[in-house]
């Protein structure tokens, strides 16, 4: 007899689930490439 797949009951609405990663936007200002960033302002926006 095949297995029920187990959900994990979050107690968020459906309707209000967060995206999935892949489908996010990243930072422009992350906080990994912040020397970069810091150091050249311009060097953020060449990664877009």
Do not use: F, Y
């Not at 422009?28 to 050249?40: D, G, I, M, Q, Y």
């Amino acid at each position: 007899m095949p297995r029920k797949k187990q959900t994990v009951n979050t107690g968020i609405p459906p309707n209000m689930v967060p995206p999935d990663h892949a489908s996010r936007a990243h930072a422009v200002l992350s906080a990994s490439a912040a020397k970069r960033w810091l150091n050249c302002t311009p060097s953020a926006r060449l990664n877009e």
